[in-house]
């Protein structure tokens, strides 16, 4: 099987290795106990940090007051509860939100990341970036366009949420007890390429002492990292979203090149395996993203038709989202009708969607955030490296 590329320290280890405090945005259920107890402290402070932190927003560990007051003044000497720094704050007059903010580690301005609320009337969504840039490179994607600079950690990752979900309960902006129902893994980045940060990350949204999302509300696109899809299949239980966007191998290695490493038969397959005895409604949501000219078609429908059929799928279609100097050009909106009617007509289920916060650049694919660093690394730089399997070693 699998491990990640980079064989990056994990926060506890890292922080250990350092003398830094442990950010405990950072530690799963699991690892935030094996953190108590080799401070000579029970589990179980664990499920009660994890409550303050994630169900009562509370960061300051002098007001943990189920916590002995040893214990009290002696975190702040050995761990931090701190969320990503915001730096701007952007409000679309559709409602949906973008954060710039600056990640824990380095809090440089110059290397920030973007996540992006999006409220409907049933749900609420946030959006969340898992790299700081991305290294695949696909042909239509801001972020792509910047490379790589690094993977974020898991703390990042879910301070992300954690700052949002905080801000929005400070606006009253909840329904029920939690204000954010949804989170996808559709901001900066590829989130395969981060495996080893996502996965606890996905455990901590999961956990009803961490965010208690539901396991179909959390939802991991992937541009099609095939051996990470069979890992994730088998270590946590989340939606997953392929960036397909070409039905053929010939188009989908241009637009997507991490194609010509795994091709379509062996994407399909990998998609397959991911549903594969799950629960009867399982499905893997396609995303196609629609370039006017060049993937749009009614033979692409057609032939993205027939790749799906018999297949547990839905497909969402997203319009292309412009930027400067990108190229391509959105259809037009009887194209994208059509186009939809074609995989309707073909038994395909089907939804557009619908862009929001345009007028903040917050749409799929436009979120850029700050890239400054020289380290910057592209798709053909970056080793894929497949081992076997270890345990977590948080
Ligand atoms: N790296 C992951 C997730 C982030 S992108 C992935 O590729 O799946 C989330 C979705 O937005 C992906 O389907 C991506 O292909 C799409 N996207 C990227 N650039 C876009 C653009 N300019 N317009 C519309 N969708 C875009
Ligand atoms: Fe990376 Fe996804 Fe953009 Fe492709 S579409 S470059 S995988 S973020």
Avoid at 17 to 31: I, T
Avoid at 284 to 305: F, I, M, Q, R
Wanted: overall charge positive; glycine content about 6%; charged content about 25%.
């Amino acid at each position: 099987m699998t491990e990640a590329s980079v064989h990056e320290p994990t926060e506890p280890t890292r922080a250990a290795a350092s003398g830094a405090r442990v950010n405990l945005f950072g530690l799963d259920r699991e690892a935030m106990a094996a953190f108590f107890r080799s401070h000579g402290e029970s589990a179980f402070r664990a499920k009660q940090v994890m409550q303050w932190i994630y169900a009562r927003g509370v960061t300051d560990f002098a007001a943990m007051t189920d916590l002995s007051k040893k214990l009290r003044d002696r975190l702040p000497t050995i761990a931090e509860i701190r969320p990503p720094t915001k730096i701007r704050e952007q409000a679309s007059a559709d409602g949906t939100r973008k954060w710039l903010l600056a990640v824990t580690e380095d809090l440089d301005p110059d290397n920030a990341i973007e996540a992006v609320y999006i409220p409907e009337p049933d749900r609420a969504t946030l959006c969340i970036s898992s790299q700081i840039g991305c290294a695949l490179d696909c042909s239509f994607c801001a972020t792509g366009k910047q490379g790589l600079n690094r993977n974020l950690t898991t703390a990042e990752i879910i301070g992300q949420v954690w700052m949002s979900e905080h801000d929005l309960r400070a606006e009253g902006r909840v329904h029920g007890d939690r204000a954010l129902s949804n989170i996808v893994f559709m901001g900066m980045g590829e989130p395969l390429a981060n495996y080893r940060a996502v996965v606890p990350a996905i455990r901590i949204l999961l956990d009803d002492y961490g965010f208690g999302l539901s396991k179909r509300r959390v939802t991991v696109s992937t541009s099609g990292m095939v051996p990470f899809m069979d890992r994730l299949r088998e270590e946590v239980d989340v939606a997953l979203a392929v960036s397909l966007h070409a039905p053929t191998d010939a188009l989908r290695d241009e637009l997507v090149p991490i194609n010509r490493k795994y091709p379509l038969a062996e994407l399909m397959g990998a998609c397959d395996r991911y549903v594969a005895g799950k629960e009867r409604r399982a499905h893997v949501v396609y995303e196609y993203v629609l370039l006017a000219g060049v993937n749009d078609t009614p033979a692409h429908a057609k032939s993205l038709a027939a790749l799906l059929r018999d297949r547990p799928a839905k497909v969402n279609l997203i319009p292309f989202n412009p930027f400067e100097g990108s190229g391509y050009e959105r259809p037009a909106e009887d194209r994208i009708r059509a186009f939809q009617d074609t995989l309707h007509g073909k038994g395909v289920r089907t939804t557009v969607r619908r862009t929001r916060g345009d007028d903040i650049d917050a749409a799929c694919g436009q979120l850029v955030g700050r890239v400054a660093s020289r380290q910057k690394r592209h798709f053909r730089d970056v080793p894929i490296r497949v081992e076997s399997k270890r345990a977590n070693p948080a």
